[in-house]
């Protein structure tokens, strides 16, 4: 199932995004999409509703260093063990929704990665388990400032900015994500193309990593990490991250006014 949420005439809605091209539809789901999910009725071509980014996480959380190349070109040794860190809620946009250049930054960088979206309330669960609790996943644009990453000698500040966290188009319930392709976009050129096979630390692993530090809720999301070919964005360019098996998350650039 495609879990994606939605603006429409009537309000915004959790839907399940159904068909294939200029055919697909947007079905609404009554209340939320955890569990299983029901329907109201109501339906919308997917070309009259506007979309959001797919899930309004209470948290998301990432993973810093997880291809070896990337650690490389960032001037450091793969960590032994997963680095993770925060982006704030309010970071969250939704596709086709501008990433805002911040005026204190003059390093914008883009990292195209693959999410994870969390389906119930879990801790302490171990990586055999993992993907139990895993509602599906989405593609992410782990923006960041590097200057400001540089400058602080921690990460908050340069990954916390609004917009920094595009998400979408929607969330793939029925996806293997252990082995699909990652490439990121800028202007129609290619700057990253990697698969989810050569992550350091897998997605059950991440999960059992994070939830033994954490309580996860349902709707949390977790960044699996970039892999190499980051770069910087300025206003006017477009980045398109798409993830194999769910589509293309396509975000403008805009200086903020």
Request: glycine fraction near 10%; aromatic fraction near 4%; proline fraction near 8%.
């Amino acid at each position: 199932m495609r879990l994606g949420r939605i603006a429409s005439p009537d309000g915004v809605a959790f839907v399940s995004i159904e068909g294939e091209g200029d055919e697909r539809t947007a079905r609404e789901i009554a209340e939320h999409p955890f569990g299983n999910p029901t329907f109201t009725g109501r339906s919308w071509p997917l070309a009259d509703v506007r979309l959001l980014a797919p899930i309004l996480a209470s948290k998301v959380i990432c993973v810093g260093k997880n291809y070896a190349a990337h650690a490389a070109e960032m001037g450091g040794e793969a960590p032994a063990e997963p680095v993770i860190f925060l982006k704030p809620n309010t970071s969250i946009v939704g596709p086709g929704a501008p990433i805002v250049l911040p005026p204190t930054s003059n390093e914008v960088h883009f990292e195209g990665e693959l999410a994870v979206v969390i389906g119930r309330p879990c801790k302490d669960v171990p990586a055999s388990k993992a993907l139990d609790v895993v509602l599906g996943y989405t593609v992410a644009n782990d923006v960041s400032a590097r200057d400001h990453q540089r400058q602080d000698g921690q990460w908050t500040r340069a990954k916390g900015h609004d917009t920094f966290c595009p998400l979408g188009p929607w969330i793939e319930t029925s996806l293997d994500a252990s082995d699909v392709e990652i490439t990121t976009e800028v202007g129609g050129e290619v700057k990253q193309r990697s698969r989810t096979s050569l992550l350091l630390h897998d997605i059950p692993k991440i999960i059992e990593w994070v939830s033994a530090v954490m309580t996860l809720l349902p709707g949390d999301v977790i960044l699996t990490g970039t892999p190499e070919g980051v770069g910087p964005i300025v206003a006017g360019d477009t980045v398109n991250v798409t993830v194999e098996g769910i589509g293309t998350l396509s975000n403008p650039v805009v200086a903020k006014g």
